[in-house]
């Protein structure tokens, strides 16, 4: 059962590393977060901040960066300032203490003990040095001098790993001395401590990791029953790391777990430093502990480790100290991990709102979650836990994550919610299971859900709004606001087409006063005006397309000239030209044009070809039909067609409406004995014929392009060798003068 039970933590946790919460996505250099599960249990409700690093995350620790030295700092500056009867500001203290290099305080030692009367005035004014001053006390700046000379050595590298060489280990060794000498001279028991903490730390960096064991024991365990100071912690570590690295691994262990319960600011770095892979090894640290409480330590150790069974854990807790703090932490790490793996952003796939689940792990994360639900149970039926209220409110939320939201509403409602903590979060979660249990969305059920998620301010909870309400109006035939719900879960797609856009278009028409929601969609009918207007002129029904971008009353200006053209030039290049189009006078000048095919122009019909180039994705004016451009277009949708992933062309890419004018424009041209107009048009024929190889399932990058997409080139040198402007694409068309040479 054992091995079992492993075997499924580590598929849960293998999920976690490859499902986070919220994933980071880009295209063409923009980012934007997505939700891929729904947290609502706010781990800080357990009100443990000293414990936040180790909330449920996907990160080795929750909002924790490995560098931070604040919460030290902030312990070591409130004991001295305590030391100092509460008289420096910590700013002055700070400088002191952290700033302050040996030559400085040295001059302020002898300007404290009066050998030394011309200090700078920036340690003069100092408070803490005016103290120290009045106090006479140059036995704390010898100290600070002591500490300052031993920081090279603890600081400048980590000699945990690379061995010191013999000039350094030599100096430690003369500072080891020198300390032990000092610390013996003073009577001073809060100095003495400090003297302890320098001295261990410095044979631990030295590798000698006995000699740091004798020093904690000699030096800083006789003082602990005389001080309540977090140094003898910090000391305990080092002795700790000394006895890990000197195969002692059950005794190193154990004084990790005490560190890890006594000294918050050194929580982190003993919970990185428990060590123990083995159930033997562990049996041997849980036999060597003092106390229950130790035993509740080392067990909350092992459970917050990556891969462990935490409810096991948490049961071994409960056995020896149920009024333990470590039971409501690793109780919120559990329920967060089980958000993740069943209450996905992908509602048909979320446990809480359609009561189903297929597939592994998912099985086993219910028959987890089932686990969890018992031991809840037990507390409650017990009443030891130290946080009842808070148990109670996770046997309610884990009836909602088990897919019962009836069940987990009205065991909510009979909940008593004392502060405002708690009083915030079973808002939170009565709202959660309001929404699974929505079965029709009416503007009342609309109105009221939204103000209430809107007020608490959550933003998974919004989210799970609207994508409760993106398929429930879907499933209703709304079908245009479901569209405008849009999610950060990317869990339900819709498809803006032009039945969404009638959709939307008549319900603004119908709509004179709307909900909060439905202002907060931010929908106006003059842009589905404008969308429609494009997509028709996608469709090439450019006489309804400029009826909808009247409608609109404005579109897009375009950057480039549709009209442009050159034989050289990059894919989507926009030329420094001038441009008078929009996207409604292109469209009208394109059913100008049009109209004038009928005479059988060859100019008109190449001008029409050009503008069919140049707004597809390979010319300068593709802003005609898109809003923008991504230069891995063309690529990534040959990779699509060549893995069956797409079948249809996109308009973008649809090369058809630009070589049928310019093969009109090669014919009546050559018919009027043109040829020079004939091999511009067959030229950009053949541009043509290129670009729609590279959109088709044909391509193959760095191959030759197969001879079907060749007939331009070809015609081009049989029929046009002798005109004028062959010349100029032998001189400038590298890809042409390739053709010929092959």
Not at 300 to 320: C, D, F, H, W
Not at 387 to 415: F, S, T
Not at 586 to 600: D, F, G, H, I, Q
Not at 626 to 655: D, H, I, Q
Request: net charge positive; charged share 25%.
């Amino acid at each position: 059962m054992k091995l079992f039970k492993i075997a499924f933590v580590v598929l849960i946790h293998l999920a976690f590393v490859l499902k986070p919460q919220e994933l980071s996505k880009s295209a063409c250099g923009a980012y934007y977060e997505g939700i891929t599960y729904y947290k609502f249990l706010d781990p800080t409700i357990i009100d443990q901040p000293a414990n936040k690093p180790f909330f449920f995350t996907f990160e080795r620790l929750y909002d924790y960066e490995w560098s931070e030295e604040s919460g030290q700092t902030k312990d070591n500056l409130s004991e001295w300032k305590t030391y100092f009867n509460g008289q420096p500001s910590t700013k002055d203290l700070k400088k002191l203490i952290y700033k302050a290099s040996v030559t400085e305080t040295n001059k302020i030692k002898g300007y404290v003990q009066g050998t030394n009367p011309a200090l700078n005035p920036k340690w003069r004014t100092n408070s803490a040095v005016t103290y120290l001053k009045g106090k006479r006390a140059t036995d704390v700046l010898t100290y600070l001098v002591f500490a300052k000379q031993c920081e090279p050595f603890v600081t400048a590298q980590d000699y945990r790993w690379d061995t010191p060489s013999a000039k350094n280990l030599e100096s430690m060794q003369d500072l080891i001395i020198k300390g032990t000498a000092a610390y013996r001279a003073t009577s001073n028991s809060f100095l003495k401590m400090r003297y302890g903490y320098q001295l261990v730390r410095l044979a631990h960096y030295a590798q000698k990791y006995q000699q740091a064991v004798t020093l904690y024991d000699q030096l800083v365990k006789p003082l602990e029953g005389q001080s309540n100071s977090l140094i003898k912690y910090w000391a305990m570590a080092h002795k700790a790391g000394a006895l890990m690295l000197s195969n002692q691994k059950a005794a190193g262990a154990r004084l990790f777990a005490v560190v890890f319960d006594n000294c918050p600011s050194r929580r982190v770095q003993a919970y990185a430093s428990f060590k123990v892979i083995s159930n033997a090894e562990f049996q041997q640290v849980l036999a060597s502990c003092k106390n229950s409480r130790e035993v509740a330590t080392v067990y909350t150790l092992r459970g917050l480790k990556p891969y462990a069974n935490s409810i096991e854990e948490m049961q071994n807790i409960y056995k020896v100290a149920p009024r333990s703090s470590y039971l409501s932490l690793l109780l919120a790490r559990e329920i967060n991990k089980l958000e993740s793996n069943l209450l996905s952003s992908d509602l048909s796939k979320n446990l809480a709102f359609y009561q189903k689940f297929e597939g592994f792990p998912k099985k086993e994360a219910i028959k987890y979650l089932g686990e969890l639900q018992a031991f809840v149970a037990k507390t409650l039926k017990d009443r030891k836990v130290k946080d009842i209220d808070l148990w109670r409110l996770a046997d309610c939320y884990l009836y909602y994550v088990a897919g019962k939201p009836a069940i987990a509403l009205r065991k909510l409602n009979a909940l008593s919610a004392k502060g405002p903590k708690m009083q915030h979060q079973v808002q939170v979660f009565k709202l959660a299971m309001q929404l699974a249990q929505l079965k029709k969305i009416d503007k009342a059920a609309e109105t009221s859900l939204y103000k209430q998620v809107q007020l608490l301010g959550h933003k998974h909870l919004m989210d799970y709004l609207k994508n409760v309400y993106r398929r429930k109006l879907y499933a209703q035939g709304d079908i245009g606001k479901a569209y405008l719900c849009t999610t950060d879960s990317y869990s339900f797609p819709i498809k803006l087409e032009m039945n969404i856009l009638d959709n939307l278009i008549a319900w603004e028409k119908r709509t004179s006063n709307k909900t909060p929601f439905e202002l907060s969609l931010n929908s106006n009918i003059k842009r589905w005006y404008g969308i429609k207007a494009t997509m028709y002129f996608k469709q090439d029904k450019l006489e309804d397309a400029i009826k909808y971008y009247k409608l609109a009353g404005s579109s897009v200006k375009l950057r480039a000239n549709p009209k442009h053209f050159e034989i050289a030039g990059k894919y989507g290049h926009r030329r420094p030209v001038i441009n008078k189009y929009t996207r409604q006078s292109l469209a009208e000048e394109m059913v100008r044009l049009k109209k004038r095919l009928k005479s059988e122009d060859p100019t008109i019909a190449f001008e029409l070809g050009n503008i069919y180039y140049n707004i597809s994705w390979f010319g300068n004016t593709w802003d005609a039909l898109e809003n923008s451009r991504s230069t891995t277009g063309a690529s990534y949708y040959w990779y699509e067609v060549s893995n069956g992933k797409r079948t249809k062309l996109p308009r973008k890419f649809n090369m058809s409406y630009a070589l049928s004018n310019f093969n009109k424009a090669i014919a009546w041209a050559h018919r009027k004995g043109n040829k020079e107009l004939a091999a511009k048009a067959a030229y950009m024929a053949a541009k043509c014929e290129r670009m729609a190889y590279e959109a088709s399932k044909d391509y193959r990058y760095n191959k030759a392009m197969p001879e079907k997409y060749f007939s331009n080139f070809k015609l081009l040198r049989q029929q046009y060798s002798n005109t004028q402007y062959y010349k100029e694409i032998i001189k400038e068309c590298q890809y042409y003068n390739n053709f010929l040479n092959r």
